[in-house]
């Protein structure tokens, strides 16, 4: 199995940025599909952006569309979410999932894709 482990989460103002690390272990990273999902307090788990094993294919959440860029670097075997121009509404627990797939171009935007998550990173956007 793969082991994930975010980073990068924090406090800053809205309009500001954050870039997430998730890092992978255990496992060759580039046999996996991966994405960003967030919970914020009182709330379900929501999707936020997914990338495709070989990073060429990507899918966003519009509420982050044009804001947020998921990346991957599988030679340093880490996910990463490139958050910018953020807002109060940002405001959540940020978890990285992956799951082992065959295709390497698909993009997955459900909870029930992912078997691996990691533990999650707050982050806290103030207006």
């Known amino acids: 199995q ?11 103002q809205a ?3 954050l870039r ?3 890092a992978a272990s255990g ?7 991966a994405g960003w999902f967030r919970q914020a ?14 990073g060429v294919n990507t ?5 982050v569309e044009g804001r947020f860029t998921i990346s991957r670097d599988n030679a ?3 996910l990463y979410l490139h958050m910018n121009t953020l807002k109060s509404e940002d405001t959540a627990v940020y ?10 171009m698909l993009v997955y935007s459900t909870s029930e894709d992912y078997d691996y998550w990691g533990q999650g990173t707050q982050v806290t956007v103030s207006s």
Do not use: M
């Open 76 to 78: 340093k075997n880490t």
């Open 95 to 104: 978890y990285c999932a992956a799951d082992w797939r065959a295709s390497t």
């Open 27 to 33: 496992r060759t990273f580039s046999n996996y599909a």
């Open 41 to 54: 307090p009182g709330q379900e788990r929501e999707f936020v952006a997914a990338i495709s094993r070989n």
């Open 15 to 17: 309009g500001g940025s």
């Open 2 to 12: 793969v082991h994930l482990v975010e980073s990068g989460g924090g406090y800053v």
């Open 59 to 63: 899918y966003y959440t519009d509420s």
């Open 20 to 22: 997430l690390s998730c």
